[in-house]
């Protein structure tokens, strides 16, 4: 699978174990975060990940911020998007199962990275349920 991964400062470190854990699977990852520590606007990284699932350069997508918030707003701009904020393996499972959630955004400031990578590895291994949901889902997009 290909998964496009952005992240402001709050996700770096975040961001580096999600990597190594995607790669030890054999995910392609494609990096759209900063590297530092340093400040930086979280737009300028998050857009970059929603145009790569938009235009399928990427199968999914995973988001990084503080709060999680930033970058799920910004992602959910894009038309096709459907970022689903998850704090929990849980809340990541149905985000997929239910919501055909295709960008993943994680709160680095209210989960461990343990926590982070089974929200990441639950996200990646769960399909979309389709039937009922299918017809909520095509709600979503505004015309």
């Given at each position: 699978?290909?998964?496009?991964?952005?992240?402001?400062h709050a996700g770096t470190s975040y961001k580096l174990a999600i990597?190594?854990?995607?790669?030890?699977?054999?995910?392609?990852?494609?990096?759209?975060?900063?590297?530092?520590?340093?400040?930086?606007d979280y737009p300028d990284f998050a857009h970059p990940v929603a145009?790569?699932?938009?235009?399928?350069?990427?199968?999914?997508?995973?988001?990084?911020?503080?709060?999680?918030?930033?970058?799920?707003?910004?992602?959910?701009?894009?038309?096709?998007?459907?970022?689903?904020?998850?704090?929990?393996?849980?809340?990541?499972?149905?985000?997929?199962?239910?919501?055909?959630?295709?960008i993943l955004s994680i709160p680095a400031r209210f989960t461990s990275?343990?926590?982070?990578?089974?929200?990441?590895?639950?996200?990646?291994?769960?399909?979309?349920?389709?039937?009922?949901?299918?017809?909520?889902?095509?709600?979503?997009?505004?015309?």
């Amino acid at each position: 699978m290909k998964i496009s991964i952005g992240n402001d400062h709050a996700g770096t470190s975040y961001k580096l174990a999600i990597v190594k854990y995607l790669e030890s699977k054999g995910h392609q990852v494609i990096n759209r975060g900063t590297d530092s520590l340093d400040s930086v606007d979280y737009p300028d990284f998050a857009h970059p990940v929603a145009i790569d699932v938009e235009s399928k350069n990427a199968d999914l997508g995973i988001v990084l911020c503080g709060s999680g918030n930033g970058v799920a707003i910004t992602v959910n701009k894009h038309q096709g998007i459907r970022c689903s904020l998850c704090w929990t393996k849980e809340i990541a499972e149905l985000a997929r199962l239910h919501n055909d959630a295709n960008i993943l955004s994680i709160p680095a400031r209210f989960t461990s990275q343990e926590q982070a990578i089974s929200i990441v590895e639950t996200f990646l291994a769960t399909s979309f349920e389709g039937g009922r949901h299918q017809n909520r889902v095509n709600k979503i997009a505004c015309q």
